[in-house]
Every structure is written in C-alpha cells, then in structure tokens.
C-alpha cells in the first residue's frame, strides 16, 4: 500500500506530508492519521478507552502470533506462554504478533484472538498442556488447571473471554 499524503501550509509554503499509522504519543500531536494496511485505524491513534486494552510488556520468551500469553514477575513484568500444566501459568491475555525473548509484546487482555485453524464455531476452548494453545478438551490430571478461555466465532478466531480456571486435584 502506498504511503497516504496531504498538503499542508508550513511556514508559507505548500508541502506534501506524509499521514501517520500509527502514534508515538504527543511526539505525534496535530499529525493527520491514516488508516493500516487492513483498512482500520491502529488501536494506537485512538483516545485511551477506545479499541482493544493492550499493555507493552517484555516478553520472556519468543511468542508466536495467536498464543495465549501469562503475565508474570521476574525482576518486572513479564509475559510469556500460558499453559495448563500447573497453577500460575494461566491465560491473562494474548498477542496478535510474533515478538522475540526480550522484545516489547503487545499483550491484548480482551477482543479477538486471529490467526488460528482448527476451530469451528461454537467450540467452547480451554487452555491447552501445549504452550500458547487451546483445546476443546479440558485437560484432565492431578495439578492441571482446566480455564475456559472464549468461545470459537469461525475457524480461524475466538473471542477471549477467560475465567479464573480450576486446579484439579
């Protein structure tokens, strides 16, 4: 996609500027904003309030796009692959882009979760044994944790909706 321009009136002159995607904070103040390559505004340039609730935190893993993410302390806020396998590893939200280990990951804590196969719609999911999955069967076993986390809208998506999830003894 090419870059949006306008004109503006700088200092008496006409000038081509370029239009912004996303927002940098009040660096970016009076920039008119352009829509993403998806054809929709980043959450980025909207008030406070508005669009998904992200937070920037530090992953301590690679992520891929569409894992289910746990946030975590280790010498600050961290976040890495939630799982079943053991209590204090549950879903608190997802990432929609892959992020490095170390790397800034934009963790969603609501909306929809793209980018998956698999799933039919209506499929209630769980947190998967597997790290940054889910299931549609709740995992079974002394110290396994049995979250639900959303309900499947196509094969490719769900909506993130976890509850607080069952130790199993």
């Known amino acids: ?28 103040d ?22 998904a609730e992200t937070k920037s935190i530090t ?7 569409g894992d289910l993410v746990n946030i975590w302390s280790s010498s600050g806020i961290k976040v890495r692959k939630a799982d079943a396998t053991a209590s204090g590893k549950e ?12 790397a800034l990951a934009t963790v969603y804590l609501d909306g929809t979760v793209t980018g998956l196969t698999g799933l039919n719609a209506g499929d ?3 947190l998967a044994d597997t790290a940054g999955a889910v299931t549609v069967t709740p995992p079974t076993g002394n110290g396994k ?4 986390v959303g309900t499947a809208i196509s094969g490719t998506e769900f909506s993130f909706e976890p509850d607080q999830g069952v130790i199993l003894a």
């Open 91 to 102: 879903a608190n939200g997802f990432v929609l882009s892959s992020v490095s280990n170390g």
């Open 145 to 148: 944790v049995v979250q639900y």
């Open 59 to 65: 992953a301590s893993e690679a992520l891929s796009a």
């Open 30 to 51: 009076g920039k008119i904003v352009a829509l993403d390559a998806t054809g929709r505004l980043d959450t980025s340039v909207l008030p406070v309030g508005l669009g």
């Open 124 to 126: 209630r999911l769980y």
């Open 1 to 28: 996609m090419a870059a949006s321009k306008f004109l503006a009136l700088v200092s008496g002159r006409i000038r081509e500027i370029y239009a912004t995607v996303t927002s940098s904070g009040a660096a970016d």
